[in-house]
């Protein structure tokens, strides 16, 4: 096996067959490299360990950051059937990232970057890598070294976003408690969106009570919006928050 470098090259020019609202969408490399930055991670399986567990969490979780950085999209990668790919994205909640499907194996041929994996009864695959792509030219990859087994060294969020942004930090986590149908709490989380930092919410009534809501907070009342640890408070706490960090 001997992969290859192709910095400076231009991504290979396929049609990926992608399924969307239950239809049939052709979509080419220009669709979704022209006139953008694009950051692109691919790897040898969905639903496989390390892919679920690290890598496509890391970069749904450094979204924000990447936006921040003057990435547009940030594609995810497969030799695998579009059906597969969008049932994986779901599972993940992988909200951010845009999971295309190499089903035939076209692109990562092109790239160098097509193995076998036999061995293992997946066939061909794609070797773990990411790059960062500019207007269809590849302006840096990260090549996961050629050693046996499935190694994870380089291709993550992080190294990435390092290589665009040295400066750029650690993403914000957030928590949010709040209800349905509650105006502060879509406020709140819009501010969040605004601000590119993910979240997990719960909802009062889904295993959560308003007297746990007032054990963790002190506050009885919805949202309630906790960041790296610490309480924010509700929607009017929480802008106040993002204009003093301006």
């Known amino acids: ?72 999209d940030i594609i995810c990668m497969s030799v695998n059937d579009t059906f597969v790919m969008n049932a994986w994205c779901d599972d993940q909640e992988a909200e951010n990232i845009r999971v295309i499907p190499d089903g035939n194996g076209e692109f990562t041929k092109g790239m160098g970057m097509l193995v076998g994996k036999e061995d ?38 992080q190294t990435m976003l390092k290589y665009i942004n040295e400066n750029a930090g650690e993403p914000r986590r957030a928590f949010l408690i709040s209800k349905p149908g509650c105006p502060y709490c879509a406020k709140a989380r ?20 308003t007297k746990a809501l007032y054990a963790v907070s002190g506050e009885g009342t919805a949202p309630q919006v906790f960041i790296d640890g610490k309480l924010v408070g509700g929607s009017d706490d929480l802008e106040a928050y993002f204009k003093q960090a301006a």
């Open 1 to 72: 096996m001997s992969l290859e470098n192709l910095e400076g090259q231009t991504v290979p020019n396929v049609t990926f067959h992608t399924r969307q609202n239950y239809e049939w969408v052709d979509v080419t490399t220009d669709d979704l490299f022209k006139g953008k930055t694009v950051v692109v991670f691919s790897l040898p399986g969905a639903f496989t360990p390390t892919c679920s567990s690290t890598h496509l969490p890391g970069y749904n979780e450094y979204a924000g950051l990447f936006k921040q950085n003057g990435v547009d």
């Open 190 to 209: 819009d501010l969040l969106d605004e601000n590119g930092i993910t979240y997990e919410q719960v909802e009062l009534g889904s295993g959560v009570s």
């Open 120 to 157: 293992l009864g997946f066939g061909p695959r794609s070797w773990r890598y990411s790059m960062l792509v500019k207007d269809g030219t590849i302006e840096k990859m990260f090549i996961e070294p050629e050693v046996d087994g499935d190694p994870f060294e380089v291709s993550d969020a």
